[in-house]
């Protein structure tokens, strides 16, 4: 079963609501997440570890990685061989769109498919809960509502978003989740509406501190906010990487063709 190969989908949050900092140190958030039909590759290979490939693959190298600890969580809780993997890392990292998480999802969909175990097994599930909060959302790959730290899912329907054309910009700097969170200012805004009208009418509560602490961020959501045909301009997650929905493919790829030097352009659509 080595060669198996899945795709670690970027995820992009739709919109985020953060509603109350929790005596732990965590937060109650509400979001709506909607997956890309593009990402890093993982492939399933015999020799344990992990392979490292890609524009992105280096700066991984010498770090704890997610991938291998859901290989070792899965022997833990299945049985069976420890897996290796290699990964073709196309996402930047620390960037707000999935990619540890989304890396740790795809080598669990892997091994499911390896070892002949459905992918929403109860198993398979609290090991995804276990290596992080937006892991459970990117096993699904699927639009979904978040809550409590983002685990608590529920598929909503976007068919009306689905295989709208968007393009993600990351001006190149890699930003800390932890210390967004940390200087969000407490207040609760307000809670998240349904599907994707709430989608468009909400905001993402974590964008004003991230541009305190990455003022480019502001430049890469005012230079797509000024793109013919975008809509729904917005930070993913805690940031750096910013997107926009567009009209069409062809006022996506215009865009996509004059993104400013030194930033990180994908151009794709939201996955049906």
Not at 131 to 145: E, H, I, K, M, N
Not at 162 to 183: D, M, Q, R, W, Y
């Amino acid at each position: 079963m080595t060669g198996l190969e899945e795709t670690a989908y970027a995820k992009i949050n739709l919109a985020l609501h953060v509603r109350a900092r929790e005596a732990d140190g965590y937060h109650a958030l509400e979001t709506l997440f909607a997956f890309c039909d593009a990402g890093d590759v993982l492939t399933l290979e015999e020799a344990p570890g992990l392979r490292l490939e890609g524009p992105f693959g280096a700066m991984l190298a010498g770090h704890d990685n997610l991938v291998t600890r859901a290989a070792a969580e899965w022997v833990d809780r299945f049985g069976g061989a420890l897996a290796g993997f290699r990964l073709d890392k196309r996402l930047p990292i620390a960037s707000g769109i999935g990619g540890g998480s989304a890396d740790a999802a795809a080598a669990l969909r892997l091994l499911a498919r390896r070892d002949g175990i459905a992918s929403s097994d109860a198993g398979v599930s609290e090991i995804a809960r276990r290596l992080g909060a937006d892991v459970p959302a990117c096993l699904l790959s699927r639009a979904a509502r978040g809550e409590g730290r983002g685990e608590q899912l529920a598929e909503v329907d976007l068919e009306a978003l689905a295989g709208a054309p968007v393009l993600l910009v990351n001006p190149g700097v890699a930003v800390s989740t932890g210390a967004v969170f940390k200087a969000w200012d407490g207040v609760d805004r307000g809670s998240l509406g349904q599907g994707a009208a709430g989608a468009i009418a909400g905001r993402n509560d974590l964008e004003a501190p991230a541009r305190g602490l990455c003022s480019e961020i502001g430049d890469v959501l005012a230079w797509l906010s000024a793109q013919p045909g975008a809509h729904l301009v917005r930070m993913s997650g805690s940031g750096a990487t910013c997107f926009a929905l567009f009209d069409d493919m062809a006022a996506r790829d215009r865009a996509a063709g004059e993104v400013p030097a030194g930033w990180w352009p994908l151009a794709t659509a939201l996955r049906a």
